[in-house]
């Protein structure tokens, strides 16, 4: 049994930085992915980044290419986001979530959630 507590949400400011963390208590290696999503008031649920433990692979939307950078750490089982030039457009809810069923890009394929950070870019 996975669960999973997200942490390290907060206000920034815009160009600033955040690193998001994912505690993944029960981690098994032979999960095939995890990943962030974020969700904004209004706005649809938006896969943000995952990696693909089958081969080590990570992947990104465009609207968060060369800004973030999701890791995973096997020492203590916890996802990272590290989260440069922050945008006010980046305000969301921030979910960590692990083993989808199919698509890796569609929330409702997975099958463990975390309760979700806050992170809100504002001047």
């Known amino acids: 049994q996975l669960q999973l507590v997200e942490s390290g949400g907060g206000l920034v400011q815009p160009g600033g930085s955040l690193r998001l963390s994912c505690a993944a208590a029960g981690f098994a290696f032979h999960y095939y992915a995890i990943a962030w999503f974020r969700q904004a008031p209004g706005k649809e649920r938006e896969g943000v980044s995952y990696?693909?433990?089958?081969?080590?692979?990570?992947f990104y939307t465009d609207s968060v290419q060369d800004r973030f950078t999701i890791s995973f750490d096997n020492a203590n089982s916890t996802l990272y986001l590290q989260m440069d030039s922050l945008k006010p457009e980046d305000t969301a809810v921030y979910y960590c979530a692990a083993e989808p069923y199919g698509d890796a890009w569609y929330s409702p394929e997975y099958e463990y959630w975390g309760q979700g950070t806050q992170v809100t870019v504002s001047s």
């Open positions: 990696i693909r433990f089958s081969d080590g692979s990570t």
